[in-house]
């Protein structure tokens, strides 16, 4: 891969010292109150997006530095296909809340919708809602026309999610396509993977039928769609045997025992733990794209462990119970 992404690459280094770490995670959750807890963040590189934001409005502290995200990104990647890949799960998230308020009734609220994506929230709001064409990108204005027509008439929430996430995680795949770098190309196909362990485990639990996951099966990703569904008329054993070979060597084991106890709610858990063993092969490296989708991760993941942490110091559970879920 070119050595033009060395620049951003160094300024991401510098950038995440200032990250929220295992040190002010725990000052966070062993602070005495909520508002001692959310102090801690003027620590780290949240500092800038507190004015005027307490404990009780920590998110919109969030929402402001994702958008900084994005501004840093769009001013420094060479690649802006890397950007619209990493960007696009914001677009999706905010297309399914507009597409349930078009088909569904779904009332907007405040906050409903990001501002982290690569399309206005205007702009999509006058597309899906209007049908008003107001989309530069033709691209992604082709998705927003497909999906009308796909989702044409249906009101179930569940299968307007699904919809919208088969049309982005191809879109996804066709970027890490056009990137041509093969780091790239596996993150993608991982996103996939553990979409479809979601999809096949929920079924089973839910006791759909084998019609019903073959519809929710993304293609692209490592497994075998045939395979997939052959195996979900199996028991369970033989099911995740097969599903676990995606996942490294510590977190194999972990995954057949959740899938044996039927505990799908540490999935979640486990998954970014995989997701962080697998960034670990470009932890040293200065090229290519990896280290900004490595950063991109980590800042999403530093956003989930302060929620969990607020939740938790707001509504006054055990520092115990806050730090099962959190993971750095």
Not at 97 to 104: I, Q
Request: cysteine-free.
């Amino acid at each position: 891969m070119p050595t033009y992404y060395e620049f951003i690459n160094a300024r991401i280094k510098a950038r995440e010292k200032s990250m929220p770490d295992t040190t002010d995670i725990e000052r966070m959750i062993d602070a005495a109150t909520a508002q001692d807890t959310f102090r801690v963040l003027n620590d780290t590189d949240l500092a800038d997006n507190l004015l005027d934001v307490d404990a009780t409005s920590y998110y919109k502290a969030i929402k402001r530095d994702i958008v900084d995200l994005k501004i840093f990104l769009e001013k420094n990647l060479p690649d802006k296909n890397i950007l619209m890949l990493l960007l696009s799960e914001e677009d999706a998230n905010n297309m399914k809340v507009l597409f349930k308020a078009r088909l569904g009734g779904l009332e907007l609220k405040d906050g409903d919708l990001s501002d982290a994506g690569l399309q206005s929230v205007d702009a999509l709001k006058a597309l899906i809602l209007e049908d008003k064409k107001n989309i530069t990108n033709s691209g992604f204005e082709n998705i927003v026309n497909m999906l009308k027509e796909q989702l044409k008439g249906n009101t179930e929430p569940s299968e307007i999610d699904n919809v919208i996430d088969k049309q982005f995680y191809s879109y996804m795949l066709m970027l890490a396509k056009s990137i041509k770098n093969s780091f790239v190309l596996l993150y993608v196909k991982k996103l996939i993977d553990i979409a479809n362990i979601k999809s096949f485990l929920r079924s089973k639990k839910l006791g759909r039928n084998k019609t019903f996951l073959v519809s929710r099966i993304i293609e692209g990703g490592s497994f075998d769609s045939n395979k997939l569904s052959d195996l979900f008329e199996k028991d369970v054993a033989a099911a995740s045997a097969y599903l676990s070979e995606i996942f490294d060597k510590s977190t194999r084991n972990d995954f057949i025992d959740i899938v044996k106890n039927n505990d799908l709610g540490r999935l979640s858990d486990l998954f970014l733990r995989h997701m962080q063993n697998f960034f670990t092969q470009i932890k040293y490296s200065s090229e290519g794209p990896g280290i900004v989708l490595q950063y991109y991760f980590n800042k999403m993941n530093a956003y989930r462990n302060i929620r969990l942490v607020m939740i938790g110091k707001l509504n006054d559970i055990e520092p115990a119970k806050i730090k099962e879920h959190i993971i750095i």
